[in-house]
């Protein structure tokens, strides 16, 4: 996909277009064509909901072409690579270092690209769970990757349906959903979901105050 042909333009002026153009080339050399088009599909759908909530789009595409670039290294090496943010690695990362593939590929763009955009980086280095600290780059790369039309189920009335609501809502029932789907498998919900949910429902009760 040439990003300059996307419904959304790039703009050619955006100092992010050289280093977008190597990621997505470093992605696709690194992931399998499965994982690739996800991302690509991420970064499309993130651009689309920047352009939507008046966030710049290059870093959204960025963020999204970015965020699983880790996602098939081995545990040692994701270990290794995310250490490097200087953040301890919590019991349920060592018992499943793959969960480290966000930090890691955050770490990645810091130190191989350049980027020094705190709130793009940690849309990258938390987009598995999210994060009560997000803003609206962090809650866009989140639900853009629980949303993108390649998942099961995400239909285009849908789509028209989430984008018809505040970015908080949108990101508020993406995230719901994705609680559900772990509370159905028996599986615990991460506390790092469940901080996100709280700041999401105190931003909304707040906005509906001041409106």
């Known amino acids: 996909m040439d990003i300059n042909e996307t419904e959304y333009d790039i703009s050619l002026n955006s100092p992010l277009l050289p280093v977008i153009?190597?990621?997505?080339?470093?992605?696709?050399?690194?992931?399998?064509?499965?994982?690739?088009?996800?991302?690509?599909?991420?970064?499309?759908?993130?651009?689309?909901?920047?352009?939507?909530?008046?966030?710049?789009p290059a870093r959204g595409y960025l963020a999204g072409i970015s965020h699983d670039i880790c996602k098939e290294l081995s545990s040692v090496q994701l270990m290794d690579i995310a250490c490097r943010d200087g953040n301890p690695v919590s019991a349920v990362e060592k018992e499943r270092p793959s969960l480290l593939h966000g930090r890691a590929a955050?770490?990645?763009?810091?130190?191989?690209?350049?980027?020094?955009?705190?709130?793009?980086?940690?849309?990258?280095?938390?987009?598995?769970?999210?994060?009560?600290?997000?803003?609206?780059?962090?809650?866009?790369?989140?639900?853009?990757?629980?949303?993108?039309?390649?998942?099961?189920?995400?239909?285009?009335?849908?789509?028209?349906?989430?984008?018809?609501?505040?970015?908080?809502?949108?990101?508020?029932?993406?995230?719901?959903?994705?609680?559900?789907?772990?509370?159905?498998?028996?599986?615990?919900?991460?506390p790092e979901s469940l901080d996100f949910l709280k700041k999401l429902e105190k931003d909304i009760k707040k906005t509906k105050r001041d409106s």
Request: aromatic share 10%; charged share 30%.
């Open 21 to 56: 153009k190597r990621v997505q080339k470093a992605a696709e050399s690194v992931l399998s064509a499965k994982r690739y088009e996800h991302s690509v599909r991420v970064a499309q759908t993130a651009l689309k909901m920047c352009v939507l909530y008046k966030v710049d």
């Open 106 to 190: 955050a770490v990645l763009l810091k130190e191989d690209y350049e980027i020094y955009d705190k709130e793009l980086l940690d849309s990258v280095a938390f987009h598995t769970f999210g994060h009560k600290k997000f803003g609206d780059l962090g809650k866009i790369v989140y639900s853009a990757d629980k949303i993108e039309p390649g998942r099961e189920n995400i239909t285009a009335e849908y789509l028209e349906h989430l984008f018809s609501m505040s970015l908080n809502l949108l990101t508020k029932e993406t995230l719901e959903n994705c609680l559900d789907f772990v509370r159905k498998r028996n599986r615990p919900l991460a």
